[in-house]
């Protein structure tokens, strides 16, 4: 009797993990078909604004140049793409891309259309709301929250050298690494200090008070949630951005 019971048990334990395993097999498989129709569905949105949309103001067509960047990435993110992890990685690169053919659409004049979801490098470092201008060992940067002659550059806001960097319009795309790397660390980031903070732009306020400041007040506008493997931050998903308006 003893013995039934034991074969019982172990009858039991086999199935139940057989189920589980198929079980678990299916919802991995369903997840990872929601996670490629939803990459792959704003990829194709992101392909028709490429596509259609067009314009000879500088602003305009920077926006769309980094729309069109944004685009092939994604194409080639989704051709290799085997985990969630990695569709998710394509679907927040195509909607990159429509942040900036929203920009372009801005630019132009014309609707952005409905909102889009918050990109997860843009958590927590919020937009700008009023234009900045300062000079910086000599050279003149500018940036705010509508598209201009000299701010033709769109930024959908995320973290640079790890200084959080509000969405918005500049003079020069200070992110991009070429550049970034012309100016240098230390430069980069007293150039975004510089426009961020009001004590270091203002007169009276020293070198040395207004760099301090300045970088306290870009640190205190959240963390915003770091990135890990291989985009290097926040989990994906929905949550409106953290960051204060600057």
Known sequence: MELILLVL??????????????MSAARRERDLADARAEAQRWYERLGGQVMNLQGSEP?????????????TAAGSQLEQARTVRQ?????????????????????LGIDPGPDLPPLAA??????????REVAVQ????KAGPQPGSDTPYYYPGGRVQGRPVPAGWYSQPLWKPALAGAVGVVGGLLIFDALFSPAFADPGYGFDAGYSEGFQDGAA???????GGDMGGADY???????GDF
């Open 9 to 22: 048990l172990i009858v039991l334990v086999i199935g139940g993990g057989l189920w589980w395993s198929r």
């Open 59 to 71: 602003a305009v067509r920077q926006a769309l140049v980094d729309a069109g960047e944004r685009y």
């Open 87 to 107: 569709y998710a990685l394509a679907r927040e690169t195509a909607l990159e891309g429509l942040a900036y053919a929203r920009a372009a659409r801005i630019a």
């Open 122 to 131: 843009a958590q927590g470092v919020g937009h700008l709301t009023k234009e």
């Open 138 to 141: 000599g050279q003149h940067y």
């Open 221 to 227: 506008q959240g963390d915003g949630g770091d990135y």
């Open 237 to 243: 998903g929905g949550g409106d951005f953290g960051g």
